[in-house]
């Protein structure tokens, strides 16, 4: 599988949202980057790809090195969807 061309579109309402639309609309959002990532992830492009974490990225929860940037894309949405 190998993707050409993503497009993501958003509307917007003039009334405003109320407490319960508002969250909808967050889950929504996250729901679709969670499934944006883990098709990139499975993309034979991004799955043959490494990323490098520099050192000063520890502070932030990831560790220093050469990883698949596939399995990173995954493990991110794994992360955003809990």
Known sequence: MTIH????????????DTGKEKGLKKRQKREALVSTLRLLAMDK???????????????????QGNHNLGKLLYFLADMLEE
Do not use: M, N, W
């Not at 061309?5 to 405003?16: E, H």
């Open 5 to 16: 061309k993503i497009k993501i579109v958003t509307t917007s309402t003039s009334q405003k």
């Open 45 to 63: 492009h991004f799955k043959k790809r490494t990323v490098l974490i520099p050192d000063a990225c520890e502070k932030y929860g990831f560790v």
